[in-house]
């Protein structure tokens, strides 16, 4: 008989309950491969990107990163003051909060690849850039300019599996203007790769009670993945 061992993941702090888990499989370091070659030279293609007025004000384009032939792609709003300066998405509190999700179902940052519906940061006053708070979600011709790029990454990278985090990551990919509360808890079908919309980690800090939400979100992209 199989024993299972089931143990409280130190990584399920996130929830500030006690939840049982058990590891999964973790996928292996992606080796150099044809695709990851075709997603750096993309990125360079797009580099210096000013089809739409963030560009302008941007201090950073923040393309993505993680894995190129990862399993599970997240994608977020768009980059906020600390991604801006650092380049990289999700390094702010949200970010950090977003690695312990990742790591409560097994699997290290590095496996999966993060990417945003627009990749320059948008200001609610793009005059004072140096303002924290300053952020805003991205308008709907923002988006539109930049979703093609989302959209070549995600073919790029062919993940198994898609988590949106947050209304507007998830309204882009899934074409609707159903409120994220709606949309989460279920699996939709992005172009033949299973999509979970999710709420974003920002939100779970604004309102801790979101994160039961979360956490069964979680374990329904953890089963799709094995
Ligand atoms: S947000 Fe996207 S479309 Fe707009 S300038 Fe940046 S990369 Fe280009």
Redesign the pocket.
Known sequence: MVRLTKRYCEEEAWLDDEILCEPVARTDAAAPTADKLTLEQFRES?SS????????T?IN?VFGSGSPSARLMFVGE?PGYDEDRQGEPFVGRAGQLLTKIIESIGMKRSDVYIANT???HPMIDPLNSDKRGNDRP?APE?IA??LP?LEKQIAIIRPKCICCLGTWASRTLLATETPIGKLRGRFYDYHGIPLLPTYHPAALLRNPALKKDVWQDMKMLKAALV
């Not at 990107?49 to 302008?56: D, E, I, N, V």
Request: glycine residues 10%; aromatic residues 4%; positive net charge.
């Open positions: 797009i990107c000013k089809k739409c007025a963030l560009g302008k941007r384009m768009g627009v990749k320059c991205p923002e300019q930049c790029y």
